[in-house]
């Protein structure tokens, strides 16, 4: 079947720190493999995203490959701040037919908390 | 702004009454979703659609009714409110293609008491 597996949190840095989430995927396709952040109160906001292997995503200071060989999609940061404390989604989605058409599949999240 | 707009933003329910969220998009997106999200465990697919007049259920669709008269509305009916239906809800839609990832509504939060 079609899941993600995202590291659990929560994940405590201090600012300036180095940032890894790590994401693993299973997949009957070829997915596009995103990240999503969902800041305290809001609804998700698509980070990054990568739609083919080797592909870099980027955004905001924030970093994924898409990796085929090791199906991973690890987030990356090299100086995180207070203001990346949110929860942070790893997602696939797939472009065949039948019931996975449209559907992106999420993994459970994992909470980030920056301290000054 | 182009985007999801969902409504209400906050609701509270006594057991046994019904209710439905509204959400609307205008990106002429043909999916679009509804998933509750648990603390401790992630969101979670009610129903979603492909396209105006096609619905089909999620992981948890109990308790919950959708149709999709038109490409821009995909509202959520709770029928008889439970407490385990206490939850936030999020309304998401996105082209077929599935390249282009979701647009989230900025969510309902429900209690029912």
């Known amino acids: 079947g079609n899941s993600v597996t995202q590291m659990e949190g929560p994940v405590t840095l201090s600012e300036e720190a180095f940032l890894t989430i790590n994401c693993t995927y299973t997949a009957t396709g070829y997915p596009s493999l995103f990240w999503y952040v969902q800041y305290p109160g809001e609804g998700l906001q698509l980070l990054l995203k990568?739609?083919?292997?080797?592909d870099k995503g980027s955004n905001k200071g924030f970093e994924a490959t898409y990796r085929k060989e090791t199906t991973s999609f690890h987030l990356e940061k090299g100086s995180v701040q207070v203001s990346d404390s949110a929860v942070y989604f790893c997602a696939l989605s797939l472009a065949d037919r039948g019931s996975t058409l449209g559907r992106l599949y999420f993994g459970r999240g994992t909470q980030l908390t920056v301290w000054p | 702004n182009a985007g999801v707009t969902q409504t209400p933003k906050f609701q509270v329910l006594k057991t046994g009454q019904s209710m439905t969220l509204q959400c609307a998009q205008d990106m002429n997106h043909e999916y679009m979703s509804w998933y509750r999200q648990d603390p401790g465990m992630g969101l979670r697919l009610i129903h979603y659609?492909?396209?105006?007049?096609?619905?089909d259920q999620g992981e948890v669709p109990n308790g919950y009714n959708v149709s999709r008269s038109t490409t821009e509305d995909f509202p959520l009916r709770l029928l008889s409110a439970a407490p385990s239906q206490t939850s936030v809800y999020f309304c998401a839609s996105s082209y077929l293609t599935g390249s282009y990832g979701y647009t989230f509504g900025s969510g309902t939060r429900l209690t029912v008491v």
């Open positions: 659609s492909v396209g105006a007049g096609i619905t």
């Open positions: 990568a739609t083919k292997a080797d």
